[in-house]
Nanobody, 126 residues
Framework: HVQLVESGGGSVQTGGSLRLSCAFPGATYQRDRGYCLAWFRQAPGKEREGVAVIEGDGYTRYADSVKGRFTISRDNAKNTLYLQMNSLKPEDTAMYYC??????????????????WGQGTQVTVS
C-alpha cells in the first residue's frame, strides 16, 4: 500500500513562489521509478485538472496554464515528488493533490487513471 503525503501549501501574494512536496515512504527506490507521478488541483466550484506529470525516466508534461511557471521534479532516492511554483497568480488558488500509479511501469499515458492520491494541500494566492 502506497501512502502519499503532501506538504508545502500556504498563502502567498501574486508573483510569489511556493514549493510543494509529496512523500511516499511506502515505496522502495526501485519501485518508485515504476510509478507515474503527477500533480492535480481543484478550485472551489471547478473540476479537478491535471497540472503536471513526470514519468519514471524524468520526462515531464505540463498544463498550458502553468508552463514556464511551474516545475515538477522527483527524487527517486528520497521517494519524494516536488512542484516548484513561481510567478503565482490568483487563478492558481486551489487544493493541490499528488497522485501516483504503477500500472504502466513509470509511463504516464494520457488516459491513465491514478490509483493513489494524497490528502491535498491548500494553495491560496491573493
Amino acid at each position: 500500500h502506497v501512502q502519499l503525503v503532501e506538504s508545502g501549501g500556504g498563502s502567498v501574494q501574486t508573483g510569489g513562489s511556493l514549493r510543494l512536496s509529496c512523500a511516499f515512504p511506502g515505496a522502495t527506490y526501485q519501485r518508485d521509478r515504476g510509478y507515474c507521478l503527477a500533480w492535480f488541483r481543484q478550485a472551489p466550484g471547478k473540476e479537478r485538472e491535471g497540472v503536471a506529470v513526470i514519468e519514471g525516466d524524468g520526462y515531464t508534461r505540463y498544463a498550458d496554464s502553468v508552463k514556464g511557471r511551474f516545475t515538477i521534479s522527483r527524487d527517486n532516492a528520497k521517494n519524494t515528488l516536488y512542484l516548484q511554483m513561481n510567478s503565482l497568480k490568483p487563478e492558481d488558488t486551489a487544493m493541490y493533490y499528488c497522485a501516483a500509479d504503477p500500472s504502466y511501469g513509470g509511463r504516464c499515458p494520457p488516459h491513465l487513471i491514478f490509483g493513489y492520491w494524497g490528502q491535498g494541500t491548500q494553495v491560496t494566492v491573493s
